[in-house]
């Protein structure tokens, strides 16, 4: 029976690196219509057809989630580092480790409440038909996400 919490431990911290390894397969994977992050002002074009007055506020709301999006993503790939430095010097049942994942855990809901706000944020640019393409964009790219 001692090893029971061993084993619940080792299994959470797994099922979390699992979850890591997903967002970060998301984030390096290109959807094939709607390309990544990166590529979003062709999205807005093509898709939106946004004008050019739309695309100036989008440029300024734009700058500000990517200089978030780069701390974010840099605070992820810091606690990774450290978890797999908590792992090498004291293994998977490592004192640390528990509190590493949840900076992880923390980075990658600031990340996602982020990239909803950009979005809401857009959304207010937009025109309600423009916003109702955007959400529809958005909610199939999550069911993409989700293998549906």
């Known amino acids: 029976m001692k090893q029971l919490p061993q084993i619940i431990f080792f299994v959470m911290v797994i099922i979390?690196?699992?979850?890591?390894?997903v967002w970060i397969g998301q984030q390096t994977t290109l959807p094939s219509d709607y390309g990544?992050?990166?590529?979003?002002?062709?999205l807005f074009h093509e898709k939106l057809n946004v004008s050019d007055a739309q695309e100036a506020k989008i440029?300024?709301?734009?700058?500000?989630?990517?200089?978030?999006?780069?701390?974010?993503?840099?605070?992820m790939k810091m606690a990774n580092l450290e978890l797999a430095?908590?792992?090498?010097?004291?293994?998977?049942?490592?004192p640390d480790i528990e509190n590493i994942v949840h900076k992880i855990?923390?980075?990658?809901?600031s990340l996602q409440a982020l990239s909803l706000k950009h979005l809401a944020d857009v959304?207010?640019?937009l025109?309600?038909?423009?916003n109702q393409k955007l959400q529809e964009m958005v909610i199939e790219q999550?069911?993409?996400?989700?293998g549906e």
């Open 142 to 146: 999550l069911y993409r996400n989700a």
């Open 123 to 125: 959304g207010e640019i």
């Open 36 to 42: 990544n992050s990166g590529n979003m002002h062709a």
């Open 105 to 109: 855990h923390r980075a990658m809901g």
């Open 16 to 21: 979390c690196v699992g979850f890591c390894g």
């Open 59 to 75: 440029v300024d709301i734009e700058k500000e989630f990517e200089r978030l999006q780069i701390l974010y993503n840099g605070q």
């Open 85 to 94: 430095q908590a792992i090498k010097e004291g293994g998977y049942e490592s």
């Open 127 to 130: 025109d309600p038909e423009q």
